[in-house]
């Protein structure tokens, strides 16, 4: 995939601090050993991109400790789980009719496929190559000229989203890895550039991406595979890599996860931990705070961690050697937490003060992946959320809307969960329409204006965040032509504890913050049990306030501190 110098990262690898990553890995290459083909669950919601996605971490990690080691045992456990893997019917997901036979799963295949061939190539018999030909030309190769020819291109080929990356850049991968021999490669170069491209212009020049911060990832760390095989096939540094906005968002993750990976953003996919191949990105970009920054989080992570405690469906084992290739790169003091900052393009802001840190989200709801929540927060400290962002995974019914005929005609994401905002609302309806709002910031705070994200009769939904001494205030303004309910909520996974009038505290996990209402008129403060829409998740504590009668507006102040 990418030239690399396996001598100095073995002896790279025993020493400290990164030994901490060599460790990692060879424990978890030792349980994979014994452990069983994965085996996913076909009810669940793409379940092919779940079984892909662990199986690619298992060969690449089991690739990865042959290189360091030269044990055979790895390379044979490797081919094990590929073998399986050429066992499946198919390598996308038939339940989706935007596959047409090459979907997010099929992409990380073919990633998988370069680091197996890169990392074993010298293992694999000649018979073991020509089935890995067959797969690649049958299952990959084959089936994405299908679905990029003229006339017949999927709607994820020309798109900004994580499809285009991750199915273009990881094809792209695998073909520049292949050139010199596979005969498909160049008609496969060639299509994989051109979406790319599509990608690459309409990346946001501050480097965020409305999709959420789990979704910059996963696309990020695939485009991060393909430019640097480019430059490994070519010779040639890829100018994408000096660009603005892959330099600056490199710190966007970073900026909505300040504690221990605990998210104040916002988006479907609500959590990052920094995979490792990002540190090949802080390096090319100059990033020398975000690689300390990556190392710090990565380590504190992994420490004391067995096999056993890394969950394949849920956490990111951060087992690629590619934590090696660049780690030694870091000379500046580790990333520091922004007081305020604001992504414009996005329209999301983070705020800091003493410990505490708030998300803020205005900007639009009219994007992939999105929740219909403009004017919500999301607050965290020393690494716990105390109001938290409710994630919706698995997916679950009522979650895809089907409005046609609206752009190019696809279905769109939407949230029907109340209990995943922690925002304005009237007649205990959050915003029913997706709407893009007006917004604004300045050096403090930040403020969004959303009624247009509302019902006609709904003049005003303005909240502003101000940072203060100790914390931050909320001032809400809502406004409606008719006597109506207003009202604010709050959502915890800790609980809520009345200290007086007006006053509560929010805690969760040993941490804690103090609010303090006050309005214009009387209010109604009150914590209830809250369901989520996921049946078998547990309940949340909710806080509810709203006015003691129906009016027409209401103002309120929400002072939080530590």
């Known amino acids: 995939m990418m030239a690399v110098d396996w001598p100095a990262i073995r002896a790279r690898s025993t020493a400290a601090p990164w030994s901490v990553y060599r460790d990692a890995t060879l424990r978890f290459a030792d349980h994979l050993l014994t452990a069983p083909a994965p ?19 298992y060969i690449i990690t089991l690739a990865g400790a042959y290189r360091l080691t030269r044990d055979a045992r790895y390379a044979e456990r490797a081919w094990f789980f590929f073998a399986d893997a ?19 799963s099929t992409g990380e295949l073919a990633i998988t496929c370069a680091f197996m061939e890169d990392w074993m190539g010298d ?64 008609a496969v170069i060639a299509h994989a ?15 965020s991406l409305p999709e959420s911060i789990g979704y910059w990832q996963y696309g990020m760390v695939h485009l991060a595979y393909a430019l640097l095989a480019s430059e490994r096939y070519t010779g040639k540094p890829h100018p994408t890599l000096a660009t603005t906005s892959l330099n600056s968002g490199l710190s966007f993750p970073f900026d909505f996860t300040p504690e221990g990976g605990t998210a104040v953003g916002f988006g479907d ?43 394949p469906f849920e956490d990111y084992h951060p087992t690629e050697i590619f934590c090696l290739v660049f780690s030694g790169q870091a000379t500046a003091d580790a990333w520091n937490r ?29 994007v992939s992946h999105s929740m219909r929540d403009l004017c919500a927060v999301n607050l965290a400290r020393g690494g716990v959320g105390l109001f938290e962002y409710v994630e919706n995974l698995p997916y679950t019914r009522g979650w895809f809307n089907y409005e046609r005929p609206r752009g190019n005609g696809r279905e769109l994401f939407f949230e029907d969960n109340s209990t995943s905002k922690n925002t304005l609302l009237t007649n205990g309806v959050g915003q029913i329409e997706r709407a893009v709002s007006q917004w604004g910031a300045d050096a403090t705070s930040m403020w969004c204006e959303a009624g247009a994200a509302y019902a006609w009769f709904v ?19 809502v406004e409606t032509d008719a006597e109506c309910w207003h009202e604010a909520r709050f959502f915890t996974r800790g609980e809520f504890v009345e200290l007086g009038e007006g006053r509560f505290r929010v805690s969760h996990a040993g941490q804690s913050a103090e609010l303090l209402v006050r309005a ?27 006015n003691r009668l129906p009016a027409c507006r209401s103002q309120w102040q929400i002072h939080i501190t530590a």
């Open 269 to 311: 996919c609500n959590i990052f931990f920094p995979q490792g191949f990002l540190f090949a990105m802080a390096a090319r970009a100059g990033r020398d705070d975000i690689t300390a920054e990556m190392h710090r989080r990565m380590t504190r992570y992994l420490r004391d961690r067995t096999p056993a405690q890394f969950n």
């Open 123 to 186: 293992f694999l018999s000649p018979e073991r190559r020509a089935a890995v030909d067959r797969a690649i030309g049958e299952r990959i190769f084959a089936p994405y000229l299908e679905v990029t020819a003229p006339g017949r291109e999927v709607v994820w080929y020309r798109d900004t989203i994580n499809w285009n990356a991750v199915c273009n850049g990881g094809v792209l991968v695998l073909a520049l890895q292949r050139a010199a021999h596979d005969p498909l490669s160049a």
């Open 193 to 207: 550039e051109e979406g790319l491209r599509y990608y690459l212009a309409g990346l946001s020049p501050d480097g």
């Open 39 to 57: 085996r996913i669950d076909t009810a669940r919601h793409n379940w092919v991109l779940e079984q892909a996605r662990v199986t690619g971490k």
């Open 459 to 477: 003049r005003r939904v303005y909240r502003r965040v101000e940072q203060a001494p100790g914390g931050f205030i909320l001032h809400d303004d």
């Open 86 to 104: 050429l066992e499946w019917p198919h390598w996308f997901w038939l339940g989706d009719p935007r596959t047409q036979g090459f979907a997010l």
């Open 338 to 366: 922004p007081a305020c900052k604001v992504y414009p393009d996005v329209g999301w802001g983070v705020f800091a003060s003493g410990p505490l840190t708030l998300g803020f989200r205005a900007g639009s709801t009219a």
């Open 520 to 546: 214009a008129v009387p209010m109604h403060c009150v914590v209830v049990e809250a369901a989520q829409s996921i049946p078998v998740k547990p309940t949340l504590r909710m806080l509810r306030i709203a």
